[in-house]
């Protein structure tokens, strides 16, 4: 690209197929995979390196009926995208729901997911999780966050949508997604940000308008990251977190034959140790949900 940092690895497409070589994340994928993140974990399309290109380097924020607007000019028409024409096209419905948690309500729940480093920062280190939890930011950082490096630190706010899911809570995505590009609009050195999220945007509003067959090109995440997510990181005890019992499917018996049907959830889950030396698997149980702030963290 020209105007543009290329950053391919920017946005993948995540890999959720189950198969026998990554039996041990199998509760994690079926998590995902029936989460309200699905579809813009796994959609993927044709990205033109042209649109996207127009678009960040045109893009500039407009307040239009006291609503705030990205604007830009691709293919020669005006784009318009907003907090709720992303909530649209990306299948989130998450109008109103919580975008941020408390300092302390983060801390706590973190360390309930099984975090094994510092609580003194609002940062947190993906190799100081477990397998799951750790292929659970990882997927989050690559495929719904703004970051373009430093793959292996979890931001506050990736860490509050993830404690949001996990402890069946709301999290609002549409903003999360949105206040990263508006953000991006004032960066000095810009790369392509969100170039399957942008593809979808420009094909609700640049219908019949053909694509340039200059292809961008996105990377899916294969099977091969599962082994990556096996290794104890530095640091890290090798202590086994359970996903809490709240995210997994619970089946259920109709007229003698076994069925799976969606889980009903309890909101807040808590650990508990169990006795073996080697190997510590934590089981959750019910605690008091999270406590909503009503303003951003600070630092």
Excluded at 95 to 114: C, K, T
């Amino acid at each position: 690209m020209t105007a543009l940092e290329s950053c391919p690895k920017h946005k993948m497409v995540a890999y959720l197929e189950k198969n026998d070589g990554n039996a041990e994340f199998h509760e994690i994928i079926d998590f995902l995979t029936r989460s309200s993140i699905h579809y813009a974990l796994t959609v993927s399309l044709v990205v033109s390196t042209t649109f996207v290109e127009q678009f960040w380097t045109s893009a500039k924020s407009k307040t239009l009926n006291n609503v705030r607007h990205i604007q830009a000019k691709v293919a020669g028409k005006c784009i318009f995208i907003s907090e709720e024409s992303i909530r649209s096209d990306l299948l989130f419905d998450d109008a109103d729901e919580i975008h941020v948690l408390n300092n302390q309500d983060i801390f706590d729940s973190i360390q309930q997911i099984g975090y094994e480093g510092d609580l003194n920062v609002l940062t947190f280190n993906k190799a100081l999780f477990s397998p799951q939890w750790k292929f659970f930011f990882h997927i989050m950082n690559h495929c719904i966050s703004s970051k373009s490096t430093s793959w292996d630190q979890i931001p506050t706010n990736i860490a509050t949508a993830v404690i949001c899911l996990s402890f069946n809570q709301n999290y609002n995505f549409s903003r999360l997604i949105f206040e990263g590009m508006l953000r991006h609009l004032d960066a000095a050195k810009k790369f392509v940000m969100y170039p399957i999220f942008l593809a979808i945007f420009l094909s609700k509003q640049l219908k019949n308008v053909p694509i340039p067959q200059d292809h961008f090109p996105i990377h899916v995440l294969t099977s091969k990251v599962f082994s990556f997510m096996v290794k104890k990181g530095k640091h890290f005890s090798g202590r086994v977190t359970s996903l809490f019992t709240s995210m997994l499917a619970q089946p259920t018996k109709e007229v003698g034959v076994a069925s799976e049907r969606p889980f009903e959830p309890q909101l807040t889950p808590s650990p508990r140790q169990s006795d073996d030396l080697h190997e510590t698997k934590i089981v959750s149980s019910p605690r008091p949900s999270l406590v909503v702030s009503t303003s951003d963290p600070s630092p």
